[in-house]
């Protein structure tokens, strides 16, 4: 029997509708098996201890300990685990993060069912999937930096906040939450050596970033 039609396929994610969509595109294509589904990372580790699939679709944000968090928990007691992010988060800090922490494969929410397909194909067959967009910043990281050394959502806000946009308005137009708002826009302080949103906007139109 050809090893493809052997792959076994455990997914994290706390979204019933999304879960349950994955698990139908997954069962239905020739090839590969969904063995486990969890809505917890707690809960994949406690089952996982005694059952390694050959792939695990990770998302990120989870009820208590997040998707980054448990990589390496899941590396303690499964090491050969091939563990594929799956999630809407494209911040190069959380890209990076994952894949420090022994993820060998980060796709994005939203991508082609043929897209997943291939990317698990490719991990099970020893790749590393990537969605393009994460692709682009993980080969940005090896080439010459611009000056500003600002990520494309960092640019985002900071754009936002040249418009005059709160960070709760920030927050909801990007979908996510307000902590990670105020994050960027400390990083951004960092990165151009500035310490108010007007100095930083000041600096960005006078770059022509923004």
Request: hydrophobic content about 40%; some cysteine.
């Amino acid at each position: 029997m050809n090893k493809l039609s052997n792959i076994k396929i455990s997914i994290v994610e706390d979204d019933a509708l999304i879960l349950k969509s994955l698990q139908q595109v997954l069962n239905n294509a020739e090839g590969f098996h969904v063995t486990g589904t969890f809505f917890s990372a707690e809960a994949a580790l406690e089952i996982l201890k005694n059952h390694c699939p050959d792939v695990l679709l990770l998302d990120i944000d989870l009820p208590g300990i997040s998707g980054i968090e448990a990589i390496p928990k899941l590396k303690k007691i499964q090491p050969e685990l091939n563990i594929v992010m799956l999630t809407v988060h494209e911040e190069s800090d959380l890209v990076f993060s994952a894949l420090r922490n022994g993820a060998v494969g980060y796709l994005v929410k939203g991508s082609s069912s043929k897209f997943l397909l291939q990317g698990i194909r490719d991990v099970f067959d020893g790749g590393a999937p990537m969605s393009p967009s994460i692709a682009r910043q993980v080969i940005a990281s090896f080439t010459p930096q611009t000056e500003h050394h600002l990520s494309s959502r960092e640019l985002e806000v900071l754009e936002k906040l040249s418009n005059g946009t709160n960070n709760r308005q920030i927050a909801e137009d990007l979908y996510v939450s307000t902590n990670t708002i105020k994050a960027h826009i400390k990083n951004i302080y960092k990165k151009l050596h500035v310490n108010s949103r007007a100095e930083a906007v000041s600096k960005a139109i006078k770059k022509g970033w923004i």
